[in-house]
């Protein structure tokens, strides 16, 4: 059974830094593209960041370039997102989620990944 858990979600004031882990079991991260996507109360998900199977290549949301970046240790079989400069407007419950057969035009969509985590609260409030 896969199972992703994400950790290192809290409250921060803005512009101070988290670091969230994603802990993947039941199944190999290689060969899998992984992304962090969140959601605030009353919005839809936003996708924010994705990387590739090799870790070779990085995507990110124009709302988090520059601020986010996304990782992956295969040896550990953990994805994180470094986050940078945080804003009120950051404050949501963050997710991570995995695929094997996502495709470069459809790193953005929810329905590209096939398993998800049950999330992390980030709240950013001075």
């Known amino acids: 059974q896969v199972q992703l858990v994400e950790s290192g979600g809290g409250l921060v004031q803005p512009g101070s830094s988290l670091r969230l882990s994603c802990a993947v079991s039941?199944?190999?991260?290689?060969?899998?593209?992984l992304a962090w996507f969140r959601q605030a109360p009353g919005k839809e998900y936003e996708w924010l960041a994705s990387?590739?199977?090799?870790?070779?290549?990085?995507y990110y949301a124009d709302s988090v370039k520059g601020r986010f970046a996304i990782s992956r240790d295969n040896g550990k079989n953990t994805v994180y997102l470094q986050m940078n400069s945080l804003k009120p407007d950051d404050t949501a419950a963050y997710y991570c989620?995995?695929?094997?057969?996502?495709?470069?035009?459809?790193?953005?969509?929810?329905?590209?990944?096939?398993?998800w985590g049950q999330g992390t609260q980030v709240t950013v409030s001075s």
């Open positions: 039941g199944r190999t991260l290689r060969g899998y593209a």
């Open positions: 990387i590739s199977r090799t870790g070779g290549s990085t």
């Open positions: 989620a995995i695929g094997n057969r996502v495709i470069t035009s459809a790193l953005s969509s929810r329905s590209a990944y096939d398993f």
